[in-house]
């Protein structure tokens, strides 16, 4: 049980991270427009892909829970 806890908690940390530095990427894209006009356009695709590690880190957290409030 610690195992997979432990494994679950890194995942989650990883998802996590990804996600939001996908977002500061994103943001930085649509404010700072360092490629002229297509910034925005990959700035939002950026922004919108962002979502996918963040869902992914909190369905691990659901999971964490789940273990937790089993074996405690």
Avoid: D
């Avoid at 500061?24 to 925005?40: E, H, V, Y």
């Avoid at 922004?47 to 074996?71: N, Q």
Wanted: charged letters at 20%.
């Amino acid at each position: 049980m610690e195992e997979s806890l432990e494994s679950l908690q890194k995942l989650h940390k990883k998802f996590l991270s990804v996600g939001l530095l996908l977002l500061l990427l994103g943001f930085a894209l649509l404010i700072f427009k360092p490629i002229g006009k297509a910034s925005l356009y990959i700035g939002l695709v950026v922004f919108a892909l962002a979502f996918i590690p963040l869902e992914m880190a909190k369905r691990t957290a659901r999971k964490m829970a789940i273990i937790a409030f089993r074996g405690g």
